[in-house]
Every structure is written in C-alpha cells, then in structure tokens.
C-alpha cells in the first residue's frame, strides 16, 4: 500500500523549489529533491530546428491537451527498454491525478489515429509550469510534444518552463542550466513574487490560450483540449517578443 501524497503539500513545495520522486514504482514513500543545477527552458529560446518543424506544420501527429492526462500518466510511468526503472510511484501518480481534477496539472498528448504515442504532464502554478515527465513510443512524438508545450505556454503568458533535471535531449531544445538562487528569482517571478502556490493569482497563466487563438483562425479546435494545428505551433516558435 502506498502512502497517500497531500496534493496541497505539493503545490506548497513546488513553490519553494522542491519537487516529489520515488525511488521505484513500487516505492511506498516519496523523498523530495532540490537540485543545486536547474534545467529550465527558456520559453523564447526554443530551438525549432527545421527538421522538427517540418514534422509539426506536416500534422504527423494529432496534439492534444487534458484529454488523456491519466493515459499520459500512466505510460510516463510504465518501464521501457531506455528506462526500465521509474521514480513515478502510486502516491505521485494519485497526487498528480488529483492535481489534474483541482485544474493544476496538465498534459499534452500526441496521437496517431486513436493511438497515444507519446507525450508530456506537469503542473502549473500561476506563470510557472513545472515539466514532471515525457514520454515517446515513436520518433519525434516527445519532441512535438514540448515543442507543443512551449507554444501553449507562450501563447498563455507563462514565464517559466521548469525542466528538472538537464539531458541532452532537453539541451538540443534549448534548455540551460541555472544555479538554485537564479531558480529562485525566476519562480518568484512566476509565483507573483509572493514564493507562495496559495497566494499566486489563479489563472494567471492560461493554459488554453493557444486553442482560443486557433479557433480565432477558423480552425476546428475544441478550446482546452485541442487538437492544435501544427502551423499554428510554428508560428507561436518562432515569433520574437
């Protein structure tokens, strides 16, 4: 039996810089980790290179948000060849889900006809969205998916892209490593300068922007969910601010 996770206590830690792992699937308890280094993603440093654009403007996959949070969870979670060990147990996976019901965790998903091939979930507090993990079972579905991710968060008026930990995946998106007090300054930032998930004005970041903009354009879009037309993503990557 695992060890249920407060969803406010999470929201509480992240807001201060500590997030949740386990270190297992089966792992009854979590540990909570504050990393020195921090990769982030600056949300107007994304490299787009042009093989990845054509992949998004061509629509090889269907992208969607909120509509398969639990699958994306889920398949995050489940081992694979590359990763046969996850630090997804069930009380994160429990938390996350009720964050997800509360309007705070979110997931982008990529699709091929009916099939989930890959994505991403994370969770958002008021101009903050701290990436928790992707997933990919076809090429190029994780990258479509953060380049997704990056748009939306723009296209909302997010500040930050919380990515954790550095990979070389990440950095070939443009992702950089700050120390803790650089982390710090750009989550208070985000938070409203408050430091504090209870006190960060709701909806200061707007997570469905970007499918209000898509049906502006006369795309058929169901706003909140998607899908999200690959030239609409683009577009949103490479505008300057």
């Known amino acids: 039996m695992f060890e249920p996770l407060d969803p406010a206590l999470v929201l509480g830690a992240y807001s201060v810089g500590v997030f949740p792992m386990a ?3 089966d792992a009854r308890s979590v540990y909570w980790v504050e990393p020195r280094r921090r990769a982030i993603l600056p949300l107007d440093g994304f490299h787009l290179a042009r093989s990845l654009r054509k992949v998004v403007v061509a629509d090889r996959f269907r992208v969607t948000a909120d509509r ?28 996350f889900t009720k964050l997800h019901a509360m309007g705070h965790a979110h997931s ?12 991403l979930y994370g969770l958002a507090i008021g101009r903050a969205f701290f990436g928790e993990s992707m997933v990919s079972r076809v090429t190029d579905a994780s990258k479509v998916a953060i380049a997704a991710l990056v748009a939306r968060l723009r296209a909302g008026g997010y500040m930050l892209l919380d990515c954790q930990f550095m990979t070389q995946h990440l950095a070939t998106l443009g992702a950089v490593e700050v120390s803790r007090g650089d982390y710090m300054a750009l989550l208070a930032s985000a938070l409203g300068g408050s430091g504090d998930a209870s006190e960060s004005v709701a909806g200061d970041g707007d997570f469905g922007a970007i499918d209000r903009l898509a049906v502006a354009a006369g795309d058929d879009v169901d706003v909140g969910a998607g899908p999200v037309p690959g030239k609409l993503i683009a577009q949103l990557l490479i505008q300057t601010s």
């Open 68 to 95: 398969a949070f639990k699958q994306v969870l889920q398949l995050c979670a489940e081992s694979a060849a590359d990763r046969p060990e996850t630090w997804i147990n069930r009380s994160i996976e429990d938390a």
């Open 108 to 119: 982008v998903e990529c699709w091929i006809g009916d099939e989930l091939v890959g994505g």
């Open 23 to 25: 270190d297992s699937r």
